[in-house]
């Protein structure tokens, strides 16, 4: 084995499902490790067995890969419980642990009076000094114990990577329990046995957890363990400066997901909260930056969380992507707004309309979902409404000679279009460029009559669509083809005659 090589680790614990903040810790300790040319371990922390759940640690595990992150390793400290009760009672022999047998109601009353005293809580060491026989007598009596930690008074300082140095006095930490009544290990216990196990050598974690590396620096120091290096992560913040909390809107990975997000754009947006490259790039790969990332550029300040620049970034990758990938991508959207049904996504006619509207919208849409409310227009077989502006405008009398040259010139060259059809491409192949060969045919037609411009654009589309804005008219032509716009501007005459209009 390598000796020297870098170890980081990442330890999510399975009571929820992959938190905005955990997932930033997750994505700096794997750039930070695999910049450096060191490991990752994954390390599920499922100890709290209550609230611990495998569809949160599989939620989790998924949600890790969808970012696009690996490890090296992989545990479970449900499965690792003989360990840390060994080193627990190794710490019990040498005298620097001791059993507890204060009962829940106790310890609950001690809290209350302490509170009640405006007093710092924590243990008041009553069984710190117990008896060899006042332990024998509670053990024969069968009373259930905890193994609790004795905190010797002294200054605990560590060197940040992010935050420089850090010093607690431990006056203000009181005995501690390192294993439970029910065998379980306290988080920080266990977490100090594996990072020593694993010989984990950076620690990057969230802020939330310094005042905890006080503790575990005593137990590292207890325990005759190597103290690996600890780097913070500051705290993300809505932009109203407060807590990232649900009231901001989505706050985990899956969530994200749903909403229409790429993987690709929360993994960039994740590592510039709290870091960005030194030649100011904002849109990257997460591999294009293995050589600029380094812990000494982590900020300290809290990091704001952006969904404007999130969603913006999200555009960007939609925008690189191939109409053919984004396909697939907004495929289940299309599905989940019932705008095309699963059965139908073979079909060829389908899948080409979906590529051309693709293309028509990929530069408007800033997430996956609103995809759907771009094309659900072009996907049912009639226009579902005509907004004012556009009646307003098939009202006139130009507008009824534009539409009617339209269908005829869309009329006569249906015949030709037919003889190019392939077996591959069973859509009609009325191309945009076609289709502005006929908006322009249409308007040599009526030259005379002084129509063009928006008086030949706008009542072709609002024949077609009933709306006055959207794509480019040739791209709606194209993604409709022929048969459907003849049967729209049915539709719209039939409406204006109804109508009376
Ligand atoms: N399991 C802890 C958490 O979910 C992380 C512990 C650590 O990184 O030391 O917050």
């Not at 990442?10 to 450096?36: C, D, K, V, Y």
């Not at 193994?147 to 008074?153: E, L, T």
């Not at 249906?414 to 460029?433: H, P, R, V, Y």
Request: charged fraction near 30%.
């Amino acid at each position: 084995m390598e000796q020297n090589k870098p170890r980081f680790r990442f330890a999510p614990s399975p009571t929820g499902g992959l938190h905005i903040g955990t997932a930033r810790t997750a994505l700096f300790n794997w750039l930070s490790a695999r910049s450096m040319g060191g490991d990752l371990i994954l390390r599920i922390e499922d100890t709290d067995l209550k609230r611990s759940t495998k569809e949160y640690e599989e939620s989790i595990i998924n949600d890790l890969k969808w970012l696009g992150l690996n490890w090296d390793e992989f545990y479970r400290q449900s499965e690792r419980l003989n360990l840390y009760k060994s080193e627990a009672e190794r710490l019990l022999k040498e005298g620097k642990a001791y059993m507890c047998f204060c009962s829940s109601e106790r310890l609950e009353a001690l809290k209350d009076k302490l509170i009640s005293e405006g007093k710092p809580l924590g243990y008041d060491n009553k069984c710190r000094n117990l008896s060899e026989d006042e332990i024998n007598d509670n053990l024969g009596k069968g009373i259930e114990y905890t193994i609790r930690f004795k905190v010797n008074p002294k200054e605990i300082k560590f060197n940040d990577l992010i935050r420089g140095e850090i010093k607690f006095s431990s006056e203000v930490i009181s005995d501690f329990v390192l294993i439970k009544s029910d065998g379980t290990p306290s988080y920080n216990f266990a977490v100090v046995v594996d990072d020593n196990d694993m010989r984990i050598t950076h620690v990057l974690r969230g802020e939330d957890h310094i005042t905890n590396t006080a503790r575990q620096i005593m137990l590292f120091e207890s325990l005759g363990y190597k103290i690996p290096y600890f780097a913070h992560l500051s705290m993300i913040l809505g932009k109203d400066g407060a807590k990232l909390s649900k009231r901001h809107g989505s706050t985990t990975i899956t969530q994200f997901k749903e909403e229409g997000y790429l993987n690709e754009a929360i993994a960039n947006y994740l590592s510039l909260l709290s870091w960005a490259p030194r030649d100011g790039e904002e849109i990257f790969y997460l591999n294009d930056i293995l050589n600029k990332f380094k812990i000494s550029d982590i900020s300290k300040n809290p990091a704001i969380f952006d969904v404007d620049k999130l969603n913006w970034l999200n555009g960007n990758y939609i925008r690189k992507k191939a109409n053919e990938e984004l396909v697939e991508l907004v495929l289940p959207f299309l599905i989940k707004e019932n705008i095309i049904k699963s059965i139908d996504i073979n079909e060829q006619a389908s899948r080409n309309k979906i590529i051309k509207c693709v293309d028509a919208f990929k530069d408007k849409i800033k997430t996956l979902a609103e995809f759907p409310v771009y094309a659900k227009d072009f996907f049912s077989d009639k226009i579902s409404y005509y907004d004012e502006d556009a009646i307003n405008i098939l009202k006139s009398d130009t507008s009824i000679k534009v539409i009617n040259m339209f269908a005829n010139k869309l009329t006569q060259i249906s015949d030709s279009i037919k003889t190019i059809k392939d077996n591959t491409d069973n859509s009609n192949i009325l191309t945009e460029d076609l289709a502005k060969e006929i908006i322009n045919e249409v308007g040599s037609s009526l030259q005379a009559e002084n129509i063009k411009g928006k008086l030949l654009y706008m009542p072709i589309r609002a024949s077609l669509t009933g709306k006055v804005h959207g794509p480019d008219l040739p791209k709606v032509i194209s993604i409709l083809g022929k048969e459907e716009c003849l049967k729209r501007i049915n539709q719209t005459i039939s409406f204006l005659n109804n109508n009376k209009i």
